[in-house]
C-alpha cells in the first residue's frame, strides 16, 4: 500500500457491507457503529447493509413461529437500529448475483457475511424420501410467507410426527395442532390461513431422543403448549417414569426444574381429554426409520434410549411403530454456502478465525469476515449473536489500516446496482411496505371480529412494488 493509498483512507470513513439483514447483520452494524473507536472520534465509519430479500429482518421475519409476539417484539430493537440513520439498507439484493465479491471488494474496505443458516441439517434414515416427510424450516419458511417458497402446503395427514426436542419443533407442532382461526390474531398470510383451515389433523405426536430433563424447549415454549384453545396436551405413562420428571432429574438447572414442573402438572392431570386436537410429548424415542406404502409415509418407526450418566442415551433395542401420515423432522439448521467465499460444508459455516475468513489453508482473506451462524453455527439464542458480533468487528476495527476499496464513495454501490437493473428496496421502502401491511390487517378480521394488526405480503414483486412506488 502506497503512502497516498494511506493517507486518502485516513481521510474519509471506513466502507464496511454487511451482507444479511437479519439479527446477526444488524446487531453487528449497530455494535460497530457504537465501537468505542468511533465513538472517541478514532475512527468514522460508513456501513451499508445487504439482503436477498425485500425486506429486513430476516430470521424474524421468517422464521419465528407468528403466533410469538415476544419474539417478534425484537424487531422493535432492530428497528431502531436500521431506522437511526447510521446504517443503509439495500434490500432485493443478493450476493453472488447482484453483487460479486470483486464487487463488494471495490465499494468496500471491508465485508462482513451475516447469512445466517436457512436450510434444515439432513435426517439420515430410512424413508426419509418418501412423500409426506418434510423438514421444519420449509414448513417455518411457508407459514411465515417465504416469498422463495410455494404457496400451498400438503396439510393432508390426520396423524402427524415431528422429531426434534427444540423451540423449532414445538413451534412446528404447535402450528400444525391449533386451528385456523386462533391464527388470526397474528400476520398470517391468506393462503397460510386457508392451508390451516383445510387441515384434517387430528393428533400431532412430538418425538424426543432423551427425556424430559433434557428437553431444549424454553419454559415459556412449553407453557404455551397448554395455553392453545381446543387442544389438550398428552404425555404417555410409558414414555416416562416418575423419576424422569422430579426435580432430582433436573440437576442445578432452574430452567428444567421449571419445565419439569410443568410437564408433571399435565401428567397429574386427570381432567377428561375433549379436545378435538391433541399434541403429545414422547420421550426416549429415536427415529430408526419412515415406513411407506406406494411412495407414502404410513408409519414413524422409533427405537427407544435410556439416558446415560453423561447426559448421552443408548438405543435398547425394543421398537415401536406409530402410524402417521406425515414426518416432519425439526433437528438443526444448516448454512449454505457462498459463491467465492471457503466454506466448510460438513459443519454448514464459512471458513475462520474469530470472524475472519479463511482460506483451507488457513490463510486470512484480508477485509473479508463472518458474524452470526453462517460463523458458528446455529447454536444460540437470539441474543447470543450480539457478543459473536463483537468479536467480529474487534479484529475488523484491528485490521482497518488495510484500506482497499477503490470506490468508496457512498454513491458508488447506488451506481453499480443501478447499472445492472437492481431494483434494489431501501429503509423508506420497508416504511411503505410496512404501512400497506398494516391497512392489509386493518380491513382484514379475526375470528372475533376484530381488525388484525397487519397481513403479510408474501409476493416478492408485490413487496418490491410497494416499497419502489412513489
Not at 430433563?213 to 397448554?226: S, V
Request: aromatic share 6%; charged share 25%; hydrophobic share 35%.
Amino acid at each position: 500500500m502506497t503512502e497516498q493509498t494511506q493517507t486518502q483512507g485516513a481521510a474519509r470513513p471506513l466502507r464496511v457491507a454487511i451482507i444479511g439483514a437479519g439479527p446477526a447483520g444488524i446487531y453487528t452494524a449497530d455494535m460497530l457503529a457504537k465501537s468505542e473507536a468511533v465513538k472517541s472520534g478514532e475512527v468514522e465509519v460508513s456501513i451499508d447493509i445487504f439482503d436477498r430479500y425485500p425486506t429486513p429482518f430476516g430470521l424474524i421475519r421468517y422464521g419465528v413461529a407468528p403466533d410469538h409476539p415476544r419474539i417478534k417484539g425484537i424487531i422493535t430493537a432492530l428497528r431502531q437500529i436500521l431506522g437511526s440513520g447510521a446504517v443503509r439498507f439495500f434490500g432485493n439484493v443478493e450476493y453472488g448475483r447482484d453483487l460479486t465479491l470483486g464487487d463488494l471488494q471495490d465499494l468496500y474496505d471491508a465485508v462482513v457475511f451475516s447469512t445466517g443458516a436457512v436450510k434444515d441439517a439432513p435426517l439420515e434414515v430410512e424413508g426419509v424420501e418418501l412423500d409426506g416427510v418434510h423438514g421444519a424450516a420449509d414448513f417455518v419458511a411457508w407459514y411465515d410467507g417465504h416469498p422463495d417458497y410455494p404457496r400451498e402446503w400438503p396439510l393432508e395427514a390426520e396423524q402427524v410426527a415431528v422429531i426434534g426436542n427444540g423451540n423449532v419443533a414445538l413451534d412446528v407442532a404447535r402450528v400444525l395442532a391449533k386451528h385456523a382461526d386462533d391464527m388470526l390474531t397474528t400476520e398470517i398470510p391468506g393462503n397460510v390461513y386457508q392451508g390451516l383451515k383445510a387441515s384434517p389433523v387430528t393428533d400431532v405426536h412430538v418425538f424426543g431422543r432423551r427425556g424430559p430433563a433434557q428437553m431444549k424447549f424454553t419454559p415459556l415454549e412449553l407453557r404455551e403448549l397448554g395455553k392453545v384453545p381446543d387442544v389438550d396436551v398428552i404425555v404417555h405413562d410409558e414414555d416416562y417414569s416418575p423419576e424422569d420428571v422430579a426435580d432430582e432429574a433436573a440437576g442445578d438447572s432452574n430452567q428444567a426444574k421449571v419445565m419439569l414442573k410443568t410437564l408433571r402438572k399435565w401428567v397429574e392431570d386427570e381432567t377428561p381429554k375433549t379436545a378435538s386436537r391433541r399434541l403429545h410429548l414422547h420421550f426416549f424415542q429415536r427415529p430408526e426409520q419412515i415406513l411407506g406404502e406406494d411412495g407414502k409415509v404410513v408409519a414413524l418407526r422409533t427405537e427407544r434410549t435410556r439416558l446415560n450418566e453423561d447426559g448421552s442415551v443408548s438405543p435398547i433395542g425394543e421398537y415401536v411403530d406409530h402410524p402417521m401420515g406425515a414426518v416432519y423432522y425439526a433437528i438443526g439448521y444448516l448454512g449454505s454456502p457462498l459463491p467465492e467465499i471457503p466454506f466448510d460444508l460438513h459443519r454448514g459455516v464459512i471458513l475462520n478465525q474469530e470472524g475472519r475468513v479463511i482460506d483451507p489453508e488457513g490463510s486470512v482473506l484480508n477485509g473479508v469476515y463472518a458474524s452470526g451462524w453462517i460463523k458458528r453455527g446455529p447454536v444460540g439464542l437470539i441474543g447470543a449473536t450480539k457478543s459473536d458480533a463483537l468479536e467480529t468487528i474487534t479484529h475488523l476495527l484491528e485490521d482497518r489500516g488495510q484500506l482497499s476499496a477503490v470506490r468508496p464513495e457512498p454513491e458508488a454501490v447506488v451506481e453499480t446496482l443501478e447499472s445492472k437493473g437492481v431494483e434494489y428496496t431501501t429503509w423508506d421502502g420497508w416504511l411503505q411496505l410496512d404501512e400497506h401491511e398494516q391497512a392489509l390487517g386493518a380491513s382484514s378480521h379475526d375470528a372475533e371480529g376484530n381488525p388484525r394488526e397487519r397481513v403479510k405480503v408474501v409476493d416478492r414483486e408485490e413487496m418490491v412494488r410497494v416499497s419502489r412506488q412513489g
